[in-house]
């Protein structure tokens, strides 16, 4: 078989299993729903009560699992070749920290809630927009110092962004000191990253960021591909180089800060997804791109389905779960590869 072909396989296989996940997990739960509870097949009538958890509490939250966790796969892989380090993921660069601030922010002083009249459409996209104002000032900061450290080393980022993240973790934590209780509660947990949506429209939310992220990564592809050899070589090609990262920054800050004010802050997920499907599949964007968006999307909705399943009738905020596999995951990359 070609190489083309095998990859070709690969992916298909990786969006079949994504596909079947996405379906099975709404009618897993503390109880199990089945077809006939929400369809009324067999001859018994619908169950009123099963299908409305079904269509307003498990179906929304699986949409929002799945698009938060393949657009977090997909900005892993393009920071990923934007700096050229096989570390970068937005909670390592400290874009989800960035974000996680803004939306903190929104919450501690109240922008998100009790506006009245015309402020209110302004209440409703203030949470949104101060994470996005967030993710472009650590992106804005990191730019700053990989300008600096030319010619300092992969590392020199990523311990940047490591520290940046804790800055601003930082700022977060002195939100919830001085907030008041109902405050200090909501910050605390949403900072640990869970996934709460009722009703459709809020399991839509996290749409918008995945189809951009995956429209900007596919069109984007061949550029990725070259930009990983390097800058020079990229240029030689014809790509404009600070044109197209300065809309990838934006792109996927946009993407990022979006998920976070959904989900919270979840980290290594874009870490786990690209190099899973990298492992799979190869380095070509364009094969990649939709492996990661479905390996990413597969992960966030299997351990969302555990967080609210095993430790029922306690919700388990998800993105414990997912620190829990990726801090070993990220060792494994760090030593792992070295040792072999």
Avoid at 131 to 145: E, N, R, V, W
Avoid at 276 to 298: E, F, I, N
Wanted: charged fraction near 10%.
């Amino acid at each position: 078989m070609s190489p083309a072909g095998r990859e070709f396989k690969i992916a298909r296989f990786a969006l079949i299993v994504a596909f079947a996940v996405a379906l099975a997990a709404p009618w897993v739960g503390v109880r199990l729903i089945l077809p006939s509870d929400v369809f009324g097949w067999g001859g018994r009538a619908a169950d009123a009560a099963e299908a409305s958890i079904f269509w307003q509490l498990r179906v929304p939250r699986v949409l929002l699992a799945w698009c938060a966790g393949a657009t977090f796969g997909l900005c892993g892989m393009v920071f990923q070749a934007l700096f050229r380090n096989p570390l970068a993921e937005p909670s390592l660069l400290g874009v989800s920290s960035g974000a996680a601030l803004g939306a903190a922010a929104a919450i501690r002083f109240g922008l998100s809630v009790g506006a009245v009249g015309v402020f209110k459409a302004l209440g409703a996209i203030a949470m949104p927009a101060c994470a996005f104002a967030g993710a472009l000032l650590a992106i804005a900061i990191i730019s700053a110092f990989s300008r600096m450290a030319r010619g300092a080393g992969d590392a020199t980022l990523l311990l940047a962004g490591v520290a940046i993240s804790s800055l601003f973790s930082s700022l977060i934590m002195v939100f919830q000191y001085t907030g008041g209780a109902a405050e200090t509660y909501k910050l605390l947990s949403w900072t640990m990253g869970g996934i709460s949506v009722v009703g459709m429209n809020e399991g839509l939310r996290a749409v918008p960021s995945f189809l951009i992220t995956l429209a900007m990564s596919l069109h984007f592809s061949t550029e990725l591909d070259l930009l990983t050899f390097g800058d020079e070589i990229a240029a030689t090609r014809g790509v404009e180089l600070e044109k197209m990262k300065r809309l990838l920054f934006a792109g996927m800050s946009l993407s990022v800060a979006m998920v976070v004010a959904n989900c919270g802050p979840i980290a290594f997920l874009g870490l786990i997804a690209p190099h899973v499907s990298r492992r799979l599949l190869g380095a070509r964007h364009r094969v990649l791109a939709p492996c990661s968006a479905a390996v990413g999307g597969t992960a966030l909705v299997v351990c969302d389905t555990a967080a609210r399943t095993l430790w029922a009738p306690a919700d388990l905020p998800v993105g414990i779960i997912i620190s829990f596999l990726g801090a070993p995951f990220f060792l494994w990359l760090l030593f792992g590869p070295r040792h072999r």
